[in-house]
């Protein structure tokens, strides 16, 4: 992320302290390099090695108390106005900072809802607490998780245009998989044709690579979250490939389905296109009831009612999630109710929020339908980044 | 990491719960995406995105309780012997496997003194105590530190053999730099230079890769841990650059120093040697004091004393760290008795661990001299996987 975008996002975060009231956003922080806080890349903009504090308040100033050997190195990275090295313990210019503020609210990377505002370790996170022992400042703490959502889902045009360009080069990527499928290659043939063609383009992936892309063909594959297999595409296969890239540091993610005709065939049978048009249907309806204020659970049952109304079992996940510089962005979700989600289906749906729509069905006999289509939240309802599939690609 | 070397560090981990009478280890975490606990690519071998827990117990079964979209990459990856999938929450299945085992002393990844061991988010804590609440296993949780000290610092031979190939690729690039260097070249041109050597033959960077390789020039350069600048190297400077590969997924870490001769001089100044060989004699020194059972303050005091008492000032960081599939690995550290070093510096040495030697001073008016080794602990002292350097390269 540049200087520039650093800067802004910073700005961005001074905003929502005055808008939630909240004094003092402080991000703490030791060894990134071995586990990284999600934050620090969004709004410090390089690691740290020793325990380090990056501080910004309400009233606008940005402070990093770090290690002394990294004084150099942050003044080059240029994102905070004061820095303050030390040299054997943080605990002093830490209190101190916190001294001269005196903040009635400090928020802290923790939550038990978003990962991305949970980058506090609970080791650094007893260590804290074991710097302000004999501090008020110690009963002050409240989780930064309300920040942190605002913050990575309130997109600027800048991060639109980044995700779009995304979106773009990752279709170009999905049209020549068109070309390449066909029956005997296997879903690891598949993969790396697209991770080759990563590669030579120096993108990044949007997530793991074993299994980006996710490649699924046929009735007996796994359908997500997968790595791909030696399972051969056969005639008579609905087909998925679930991919993302990470290009100039934001992300895609998307989906798109095929079927490979039979002999004889030159349109899929009714079943499969009954399926792939309850998808695509689905995604429409729950598109247009996303308007900023909504509940993202709201609009996860519009699509999952749908499915199951026309005879089919529900996904077992969230409709869609936030995308941006990572492929799992944000704070409010478009998914159900289920513990496991905790208060993300909950939280108010903003403007400028980036969602994907990525409901899931089987084809008995055939395989898994999805789409992923990725929406930008406007004040009046959504724009799609991503043309949205409209038909079944078919494989002769 | 392979699967073969992942079951090596399985049983490992159940050979080393045994000798410290802990019954179970539990890493338990969710997203990976957004933030991975350390241990994972070593006891897993995959992410995860919802809740998951990642268990290894004292008889040697491991478990694996998943969200259940996720059971067939699983199985793929094929390191667990038991997976549990869940669909809407991990509670039930964690309390029944905890109930199965009843283990008297669970460790989980929380460590305030190694980062590697503390890959549990705060967040995710409260999760798993709240999980736990209405048992007794909420009492029975410990640190993960000793298990993950040991689990990484010892090496297998296998492991020194890639840290090795990491090392000697490394050193054909560092020759490539002796070749390179030139007044008038910025350390930004010496660092592009190095990089895109990296990324032709394909290794990946032992750490950020703005600051990968450092390199340092002439007496007003950071010193350390800093990205490169646009000062130019000079006739009569003293350069340093601090470097690293991670190849087949191992680390190196080294450094070396250069002088680069003025006009009519054959040989460098007095100061510039003696400031050379002091950093390679303290090196020596240290290596010939480390012995299993040793505790890292020890050695660091040895070089530090040595620097000091030459009339230089001491290094403001500690004398070498652990590396292996990080660059900065282990538990137990080189380190001076600093409270930001917890207690890293009095975890005795053991045999199998890979310390880096990296001493620092100052010559004033020339530069920085550092010297960075890396040596394998055996049962009588080391052995340096990196062939020493001993005499201060030349820029003619």
Redesign the interface.
């Known amino acids: 992320m540049s200087k520039q975008m650093i800067l802004e996002k910073q700005q961005q975060a001074v905003e929502i302290l005055n808008e939630k009231n909240i004094d003092m956003w402080l991000t703490f922080v ?2 990134t ?6 934050m620090m890349d969004m709004i410090v903009g ?2 740290a ?3 380090s504090a990056f501080i910004i308040t309400k009233t606008g100033e940005t402070i990093a108390i770090i ?7 942050m003044k ?2 240029g994102t905070f106005k004061k820095i303050i090295p030390y ?5 002093q210019d830490l209190i101190k900072t916190l001294e001269e503020f005196d903040p009635e609210k400090i928020a802290i990377n ?18 804290l607490i ?1 710097i302000l022992e004999e501090t008020p400042y110690k009963f002050r703490l409240i ?1 930064s998780e309300d920040i942190v959502a605002a913050l990575r889902g309130r997109k600027s045009q800048t991060e639109v245009d980044l995700i779009k360009k995304a979106i773009d080069e990752t279709l170009i990527i999905f049209d020549k998989v068109t070309g390449f499928l066909a029956p005997g290659k296997s879903e690891k043939d598949v993969a790396e044709f697209v991770r080759n063609i990563v590669r030579e383009k120096g993108f990044e992936f949007a ?2 690579e ?2 980006c892309p996710a490649v699924f063909t046929g009735p007996d594959t ?6 791909p ?1 030696d399972r051969k595409i056969q005639r008579g296969h609905v087909i998925n490939m679930d991919f993302g890239i990470k290009y100039n540091g934001y992300c895609s993610d998307l989906q798109r389905t095929w079927y490979v005709l039979r002999e004889g065939e030159e349109t899929p049978p009714e079943e499969v296109l009954k399926g792939f048009n309850v998808i695509k249907e689905s995604i429409q309806m729950a598109a247009a009831a996303i308007k900023p204020g909504k509940a993202g659970w709201e609009i996860d049952k519009i699509a999952r009612d749908y499915i199951v109304e026309n005879g089919y079992d529900e996904y ?2 969230g409709l869609g999630h936030q995308v941006g510089r ?3 962005d944000g704070g409010a979700l478009l998914g159900p109710r ?3 989600y905790g208060n993300l289906p909950y939280i108010p749906i903003e403007a400028g929020n980036v969602f994907t729509i990525e409901p899931r069905l089987t084809i008995p006999g055939y395989g898994i339908a999805t789409i992923e289509e990725i929406v930008w939240v406007k004040d009046d309802g959504v724009e799609f980044l991503s043309p949205p599939q409209t038909e079944i690609y078919l494989i002769k």
């Open positions: 030791r060894e390099g071995n586990i990284k806080d999600p390089t690691g090695t020793w325990h290690g002394s050997l990294e004084e150099a190195n080059t990275v040299l054997k313990s943080v605990k923790y939550s038990r809802n978003s990962s991305l505002a949970d980058g506090l370790t609970h080791g650094v996170y007893l260590e074991d989780s997530w793991d074993e299994h796994a359908g997500a979250h997968s790595g297999t077992p996940h990572v492929a799992h289920w513990e496991r």
